[in-house]
């Protein structure tokens, strides 16, 4: 349709009117590439005249406006930021009736098109209020802006950028001019021509989605904006986006996006570590299948069983290193499944009970098995272990799979053991296990086990026997001395694997309930053990378990072992004991323990155990014990000394007197008297030390003795009494020989041993260094050494004397004779003799005097006559005299004399010194005399004090003490 047609004159209305005319003319005949390329550049503006920014024809039509109109009038950019009532322009003379109608804004002009026109007149606040409260709701369009009517929903959507320019010049072009106004109107033009657009309305016309956000021009990019969605058919008021309509945003002006964007609520914190808590753990999840699928391709399962499967045998030497006496190795009898089982069940099914009773459905490893292990480590219980039968055959039987406690040898046994449970099926596991697990009583597999403890095959074990042996596979060292000893542990061990049959069905709850514990046989020996190796054989491994290593190991790995015993001496032991008192002399239940340690190094290098080992297990030496008697009055002594006190302090050994409501007598009623330290020990004064010990401290004297060498715990605290010197606590040989070694050793401890060597398969001795311990002062250890001479020279130990070397040492005695013990030390060896009842009862032995001075002095001289063979003279140090002397005898003055007991038939004695003092016959003679103090007690320079014998032998000006 040409203009003429559409009623418009050839001449515009202005200058500005008629170029916006043939503007119009000769922009309808463009392309619509080329109409919207002519929209986005502004076109030139007439000399003299302020083009706007966009440049629109809009924007020129309203100049040529604003020229007639008042010079107050606002500025165009306060026109544009306000929102004009918009009307609906019918249209004349329309040949459809079907175009759809045109929403004009009002112009400047006059006529029916412009009675809108108020919103651009004259403006009131309150006009104003409510055009600011308008762009609130809506972004208004520029002033003189023509809104045209929204295209079709398809051709919306081919528009592609969503921008009101094209579907107002669509509206334009379809449209014809309002009824009544004049060609060139310029509200003919905005109703004809689109309008031309900034960038900044065509971005603010886009989704909220697309971030658009408030701008320093944001009011004028709003009005545009209103214009776009008034130009899309939604402008129409009380429309939704229209004015005086709802809106979708609560945004003020300026906000690009017109849309309310909500915040995200936060997840509540619980849910947070929640979901982070499983992330975690499904990301440890993948790792760890990833792990254990890497190591399920790469572990494979070895081809070949271990070497030491069949025997790893360990021997025992002598102190040279090369004389063997004894050897430990592996007793194994292979057999078959079928075997096993032979004789029924139980066997198979008292293993499982003990050992992994989900074996039948476990896929050769056990998650719960390894909980077990656990809760077993936290609460010491001992229930099944925490490796299935599966991964144990695995660990003691294939080549490659070491014992080490590593997490890579783990993983390695779980991977193997899964791939044998597949490869291989539940009888071949079992009957590998039940051949390589080890039963004690150095027996491997099942039938060894049933020979070593039951003398039968497997075949004919019982169930109750089957059952024993299924227990003592979780402590074989233990039950493998059950003849011997049983425990309540053994028994709780066994009634445990006696349950699970039941829980398993392997048995009846009456069955079960008619069984009782099976004590197993005497073992068998296999080696010769007779005489003192059994005993040799039997501490070497008690103290292997003490270093870590298990009777296993010792079997199984190789091992050298050299003990600390000289061959020599242990003869030389065995020999005397039995000469002076024959085995089959002695009482019922009564021992003789002797034991020789090296001072130096603590290696125990004699002991006499026992007559036969075979014969009876029972070591009278490192397992028998009894109450030490005077033997323990050099510890009270030792600590006296270490408080500073000096040897010829005085005390008042005269009796007998009541002390703590006991009454206590020296030895044969003896009366004694007041004299000083080293005298009361010459004469072992019983009330002399009994006074001592109050003096220094009952725990202090405890404490010495543990530091000089008696085991930790030996000395009850119902012990800590007056008459602890008296030696009511209860020793061994071996500890009783280790704490007078100390004093020999100037008072450096050196804990006694019996292992020297530990010798492994690559040659390297594996023993940890024995380390000295200072318990004494040097100077105290030669004062008491000085002070055990003179009881061995003149006093109770006469007996022990030997002619070439000097000798130190004290005798004991317990009341009624239940025991009776010498030790006693050179300077290179030192040596402890008891002789004692097991069953604490007093005995006799023919033609021996049970006492200190008794038999076990001349039993002591006689071994150490030989020990001591090829050993050079040496002397101990010479005595210190150190410390303060300290008088706690009263004064006679202060103190009623004790009268002594009047014989029948004459006077009383005179308790005053005889010329002539009568020499004891009683075990424990005592000096009766009182004797006088020296005149200078605390000069080092006389160490002979009167009354007292001279320096014995070893000690001389010679050798410059």
Not at 625 to 642: D, I, M, N, R, W
């Amino acid at each position: 349709m040409t203009l003429a047609e559409q009623g418009f004159d050839a001449e515009g209305s202005d200058t500005t009117g008629a170029a916006g005319a043939s503007g119009d003319e000769s922009e309808s005949t463009q392309t619509p590439d080329a109409e919207r390329d002519a929209e986005e550049s502004p076109s030139d503006a007439s000399p003299g005249v302020e083009t706007p920014v966009s440049g629109s024809a809009g924007e020129r039509d309203e100049d040529s406006a604003s020229t007639a109109a008042t010079e107050d009038a606002e500025p165009e950019e306060s026109r544009t930021e306000q929102i004009p009532v918009l009307g609906t322009v019918e249209t004349a003379g329309s040949e459809d009736p079907a175009d759809p109608p045109v929403v004009a804004s009002a112009a400047t002009g006059t006529g029916p098109a412009s009675e809108p026109e108020e919103g651009s007149g004259t403006r009131t606040d309150t006009d104003t209020e409510a055009d600011e409260a308008r762009t609130e709701a809506m972004p208004a369009p520029a002033a003189g802006a023509v809104a045209f009517a929204a295209p079709p929903p398809e051709k919306d959507a081919n528009a592609g950028d969503g921008s009101g320019s094209t579907s107002a010049e669509s509206a334009s072009s379809a449209s014809p001019p309002a009824e009544g106004a004049a060609p060139g109107d310029p509200a003919d033009d905005a109703a004809l021509w689109p309008t031309p657009r900034r960038l900044s309305d065509y971005v603010s016309d886009q989704p909220a989605s697309e971030g658009s956000s408030a701008t320093p021009g944001g009011a004028e990019s709003g009005a545009a904006a209103g214009a776009g969605a008034a130009g899309a058919g939604a402008g129409g008021a009380g429309t939704p986006g229209g004015p005086g309509g709802p809106t979708d945003s609560a945004e003020g002006p300026g906000d690009g996006s017109g849309k309310n964007k909500k915040k995200k609520a936060k997840k509540p914190l619980w849910l947070r570590i929640l979901l982070g808590f499983l992330a975690v753990t499904g990301l440890g999840l993948i790792l760890a299948c990833g792990v254990f699928t890497f190591f399920y391709v790469t572990v494979e399962v070895p081809d070949a069983a271990k070497a030491d499967a069949v025997e790893q045998g360990s021997t025992f030497y002598f102190a040279d290193g090369e004389t063997e006496f004894a050897y430990r190795g592996t007793d194994r009898d292979v057999i078959s499944y079928e075997e096993m089982t032979a004789g029924g069940d139980h066997v198979v099914e008292a293993v499982i009970s003990a050992e992994d009773r989900g074996f039948w459905t476990e896929p050769g490893v056990s998650i719960s098995g390894t909980m077990r292990a656990v809760w077993s480590t936290i609460t010491g219980e001992q229930v099944q272990g925490g490796s299935t039968v599966t991964q144990q055959m695995v660990r003691n039987y294939y080549e490659g799979v070491s014992l080490e406690q590593t997490v890579s040898r783990k993983v390695q046994e779980i991977i193997i053991s899964i791939k044998v449970d597949r490869s291989e099926d539940k009888e071949w596991v079992m009957e590998q296990y039940l051949n390589t697990i080890y039963f004690g009583r150095t027996s491997y597999g099942v039938q060894a086990a049933s020979q070593a403890y039951y003398h039968k095959d497997v075949d004919e074990l019982t169930a109750e026997e089957a059952a024993f042996l299924a227990a003592a596979i979780q402590q074989p060292t233990r039950f493998g001395q059950a003849d011997v000893e049983t425990t309540p542990d053994m028994e709780n061990r066994w009634q445990y694997v006696v349950n699970g049959m039941v829980t398993t069905g392997a048995i009846t709850q009456a069955e079960a309930d008619a069984m009782e514990f099976p004590a197993p046989e005497p073992e068998k020996t296999t080696e010769d053990l007779s005489g003192y190796r059994g005993y040799m054989l039997q501490e070497a491994m008690s103290e292997l378990s003490d270093l870590g290593y298990s009777e296993d190991h010792i079997n199984r790995q190789g091992f050298k072992i050299v003990t600390t015993f000289d061959k020599d001496m242990m003869d030389a032991a065995y020999e005397s004991v039995e000469e002076m008192v024959a085995p089959d002399s002695l009482p019922e239940g009564v021992n003789i323990g002797l034991t020789t340690i090296d001072p130096k190094t603590g290696e125990v290098l004699a002991f006499y155990g026992g007559h036969d080992y075979h014969l009876n297990q029972y070591d009278s030496s490192f397992l028998g014990a009894a109450q030490a008697g005077s033997a323990f009055k050099p510890y009270v002594l030792a600590t006296a000394l270490e408080q500073g006190y000096g040897l010829n302090s005085t005390v008042d050994g005269r009796g007998p007197r009541d002390i703590h409501g006991s009454r206590v007598q020296n030895a044969n009623n003896a009366s004694g008297g007041v004299m000083t330290l080293t005298q009361a020990t010459t004469v072992s004064n019983n009330l002399g030390f009994v006074e001592l010990a109050q003096e220094v401290g009952f725990e202090e004297v405890r404490q010495t003795a543990y530091d000089v060498g008696l085991p930790d715990g030996s000395i009850d605290d119902n012990q800590l009494v007056p008459v602890m010197p008296l030696g009511a606590t209860s020793v061994r040989s071996v500890d009783q020989a280790s704490g007078y070694a100390t004093f020999a050793n100037g008072g450096v401890h050196m804990e006694a041993h019996v292992i020297k060597e530990i010798v492994n398969q690559e040659g390297d001795n594996e023993r940890p260094e024995i380390e000295g311990k200072k318990a004494l002062e040097a100077s105290t250890a030669s004062d008491v050494t000085y002070a055990l001479e003179q009881a061995v020279s003149s006093g109770t130990g006469t007996a022990a004397q030997l002619w070439d070397h000097p000798v130190a040492g004290k005798t004991g005695t317990t009341n009624g004779s239940v025991a009776a013990w010498f030790v006693g030390y050179t300077p290179q060896l030192s040596t402890a003799v008891g002789v004692y009842s097991g069953n604490n009862e007093s005995f006799q032995i023919p033609g021996h005097n049970i006492s200190g001075g008794g038999l076990p002095a001349q039993m002591w001289k006689s071994y150490m006559n030989r020990a001591m063979e090829g050993y050079e003279r040496a002397s101990f140090p010479g005595p210190e005299f150190g410390g303060t002397t300290e008088n706690w005898a009263p004064e006679p003055a202060t103190q009623e004399p004790q009268q002594p007991e009047a014989p029948e038939g004459g006077e009383p004695e005179v308790p005053e010194v005889p010329e002539t003092p009568e020499v004891p016959t009683d075990p424990e003679p005592e000096v009766p005399e009182v004797p006088t103090f020296p005149e200078n007690p605390e000069g080092p320079d006389e160490p002979e004090e009167p009354g007292n014998p001279g320096i014995p032998p070893g000690r001389g000006e010679e050798n410059g003490q």
